[in-house]
């Protein structure tokens, strides 16, 4: 098994991930993912009907440029770094998501059950993926960042309103994983 | 010639998310269920790599590639949208399995369904904007 293509271990990924924080840091700017979908919103003219849109989106165009980046990245490890070792998760939640009805792994990064191409004749899967995204949306702006924004770059600097957003978002993630996913799969 | 430096970084941070699998759902749902220490491990380093940089950052003064002093600005105070808007945060990223900076990373990968899911996220921030105003914050 190549370094490469195996998963990389955690505090390899961890460091590299704040190194980005850090070197976004150094050019003057601020790391966070979900800016950026605001930035789409401005760009699709929404400006016009919505204040909030109407802002200098045009000084994050560097933050656009960072997400063309990571779909690079991501295209280049999906395509030449793969193994079908990947993904090797805990055989425990293996037999929970068996009890979900949804699929094991087997190496891949996404469950066919939510992700499958037969989303389009799936109108549940189809609401599942966009309600999803939604809430992540207006979570994330609500609350003034994301996993990026708070608990990487908000965390490093010690600030309260990240710890809080943080502990919103596992208090949310473990609702739905506990509560809400025995009762939509 | 400018914007290369930030194209570098984002590609850097597209392989890694990929390869540590923290673009899976997978990993997302073993996660909470807490069945392994990956996730947590991950976002613990990038913190401690965080927190020791930004203390390097401060102490020494450290000007940006500009020259200029880097000021790293407060969140905002509040208290209420941080829980909620948190949560609400965390009940997608749980269903769906990915956060802002993943689902652009899996669409770059080709997994085009996932292109809902960021319809979703540019509908939720819409929704956001257009009600921002009597929310409570």
Same mark, same amino acid.
């Given at each position: 098994?190549?370094?490469?293509?195996?998963?990389?271990?955690?505090?390899?990924?961890?460091?590299?991930?704040?190194?980005?924080?850090?070197?976004?840091?150094?050019?003057?700017?601020?790391?966070?993912?979900?800016?950026?979908?605001?930035?789409?919103?401005?760009?699709?003219?929404?400006?016009?009907?919505?204040?909030?849109?109407?802002?200098?989106?045009?000084?994050?165009?560097?933050?656009?440029?960072?997400?063309?980046?990571?779909?690079?990245?991501?295209?280049?490890?999906?395509?030449?770094?793969?193994?079908?070792?990947?993904?090797?998760?805990?055989?425990?939640?293996?037999?929970?998501?068996?009890?979900?009805?949804?699929?094991?792994?087997?190496?891949?990064?996404?469950?066919?059950?939510?992700?499958?191409?037969?989303?389009?004749?799936?109108?549940?899967?189809?609401?599942?993926?966009?309600?999803?995204?939604?809430?992540?949306?207006?979570?994330?702006?609500?609350?003034?960042?994301?996993?990026?924004?708070?608990?990487?770059?908000?965390?490093?600097?010690?600030?309260?309103?990240?710890?809080?957003?943080?502990?919103?978002?596992?208090?949310?993630?473990?609702?739905?994983?506990?509560?809400?996913?025995?009762?939509?799969? | 010639?400018?914007?290369?430096?930030?194209?570098?970084?984002?590609?850097?941070?597209?392989?890694?998310?990929?390869?540590?699998?923290?673009?899976?759902?997978?990993?997302?749902?073993?996660?909470?269920?807490?069945?392994?220490?990956?996730m947590y491990g991950i976002i613990m380093t990038a913190i401690?790599?965080?927190?020791?940089?930004?203390?390097?950052?401060k102490r020494f003064h450290i000007k940006d590639i500009k $020259? /200029?002093?880097?000021?790293?600005?407060?969140?905002?105070? !509040?208290?209420?949208?941080?829980? *909620? =808007?948190?949560?609400?945060? $965390? /009940?997608?990223?749980?269903?769906?399995?990915?956060?802002? !900076?993943?689902?652009?990373?899996? *669409? =770059?990968?080709?997994?085009?369904?996932?292109?809902?899911?960021?319809?979703g996220a540019l509908f939720g921030t819409f929704i956001y904007?257009?009600?921002?105003?009597?929310?409570?914050?």
């Amino acid at each position: 098994m190549n370094i490469l293509t195996s998963t990389w271990h955690w505090s390899v990924s961890g460091f590299i991930i704040g190194v980005v924080m850090l070197c976004l840091t150094y050019f003057g700017k601020t790391f966070g993912m979900s800016t950026n979908l605001r930035s789409l919103c401005s760009i699709a003219g929404l400006g016009k009907k919505v204040p909030f849109f109407n802002w200098d989106w045009k000084s994050q165009r560097w933050n656009l440029v960072v997400v063309l980046g990571a779909m690079l990245g991501g295209f280049f490890a999906t395509h030449f770094l793969s193994d079908p070792s990947n993904v090797s998760i805990n055989p425990a939640t293996i037999l929970k998501l068996n009890k979900l009805g949804i699929d094991a792994p087997n190496g891949k990064l996404l469950p066919e059950a939510l992700f499958g191409s037969d989303v389009f004749q799936s109108p549940k899967k189809l609401f599942l993926l966009i309600f999803g995204g939604f809430l992540i949306g207006f979570g994330s702006r609500y609350a003034g960042g994301c996993t990026s924004g708070h608990a990487i770059s908000g965390l490093s600097n010690f600030q309260l309103p990240s710890l809080k957003a943080v502990i919103g978002f596992f208090v949310g993630g473990l609702i739905m994983v506990n509560f809400i996913f025995p009762l939509i799969f | 010639m400018k914007l290369i430096k930030y194209l570098v970084v984002g590609f850097v941070f597209g392989v890694v998310l990929t390869k540590t699998e923290a673009v899976s759902w997978y990993r997302i749902f073993e996660m909470f269920q807490f069945e392994s220490f990956h996730m947590y491990g991950i976002i613990m380093t990038a913190i401690t790599t965080g927190v020791i940089g930004i203390q390097i950052i401060k102490r020494f003064h450290i000007k940006d590639i500009k $020259g /200029l002093p880097i000021e790293i600005l407060d969140k905002e105070r !509040g208290t209420f949208r941080y829980w *909620i =808007g948190g949560l609400i945060f $965390g /009940l997608g990223w749980a269903l769906v399995g990915s956060c802002p !900076g993943p689902i652009y990373i899996l *669409i =770059g990968s080709g997994f085009i369904t996932v292109g809902f899911v960021l319809f979703g996220a540019l509908f939720g921030t819409f929704i956001y904007g257009f009600f921002k105003d009597k929310l409570p914050h």
